[in-house]
């Protein structure tokens, strides 16, 4: 079975190690969350997984082919995509420009089978192919960086922060989309801050924090037990192990919202 695997990964930034000791498996065709709040090293994991940034030490690896240390494009060839945090286009240029721009370095027969591909997900673009990026909603723009992933066919995708900045009823539009990448066969490693976002489409789960993973296990025990979540983070700033699954926290600890409550499913107020 196809799988893309973070052993060990550290990651350091500003001399300061961000992510410690890190280690995931994201299964081909399952959506895996890694969830945590502001700070915790998600976005760090994600650059040195595409090749912005090195893990040391620490190993990812694609079907046993190392991938760390790669250059970006070489990641990206091997079959991994990353949909960074902060939807990143080109604003000058049309949706359409934005999508081929994503194809450069490709076939031209699987650029084009790419584009159709992901046109086919996500319909509404089609009729903004001729809008400058810079006039489309959060939503359409986030439509566009996932296409601009899509494009090369990947085997993994890594999106960073789904629904950040997005009302709930945009976020409700993309999650069929996410599911769809799963059935198809894609790994989708799904990062977010809002938990019932992406235990709602997950397979199995981490929770991030301090730069350590803090839970691993399936997604239902923490759909199911909000107090693995709730525990997790208020390990802020603990040595402590990550709580193996089963393990559940003092019942009515105050800290971050449960899933399923108000305060984890509603993102700030956005654009749609």
Do not use: W
């Not at 990143?88 to 790419?114: F, K, M, S």
């Not at 319909?123 to 810079?134: D, F, G």
């Amino acid at each position: 079975m196809s799988e893309l695997v973070l052993d060990g990964v550290c990651v350091e930034r500003g001399g300061r190690t961000v992510v410690k000791d890190v280690t995931i498996t994201v299964p081909a065709g399952q959506v895996t969350a890694l969830l945590g709040p502001n700070g915790a090293g998600k976005s760090s994991l994600v650059l040195a997984i595409g090749g912005v940034l090195r893990p040391r030490p620490g190993s990812v690896s694609l079907d046993g082919s190392e991938l760390a240390g790669k250059r970006p494009e070489k990641i990206r060839a091997a079959g991994v995509a990353i949909v960074p945090e902060g939807r990143r286009l080109l604003p000058d240029l049309t949706v359409d420009d934005n999508i081929r721009v994503a194809t450069y370095a490709l076939p031209a027969a699987v650029a084009l089978e790419g584009r159709k591909r992901a046109l086919e997900l996500f319909p509404a673009l089609e009729k903004r192919l001729n809008v400058p990026a810079r006039s489309l909603s959060g939503g359409e723009q986030q439509m566009v960086v996932l296409a601009q992933a899509l494009v090369s066919q990947p085997k993994y995708i890594l999106i960073d922060e789904l629904s950040l900045g997005l009302a709930p009823v945009v976020v409700n539009r993309l999650i069929p989309v996410i599911r769809a990448m799963a059935e198809s066969g894609i790994g989708v490693l799904l990062i977010e801050q809002f938990a019932t976002v992406a235990l709602g489409l997950a397979t199995s789960a981490y929770v991030m924090e301090g730069g350590v993973i803090r839970y691993a296990g399936t997604a239902g025990e923490l759909r199911d037990r909000p107090d693995l979540l709730h525990s997790a983070y208020l390990l802020r700033g603990s040595s402590a192990a990550a709580p193996a699954v089963g393990d559940a926290a003092a019942p009515g600890t105050p800290g971050i919202a449960a899933p399923g409550t108000a305060a984890a499913q509603t993102p700030p107020p956005a654009s749609g």
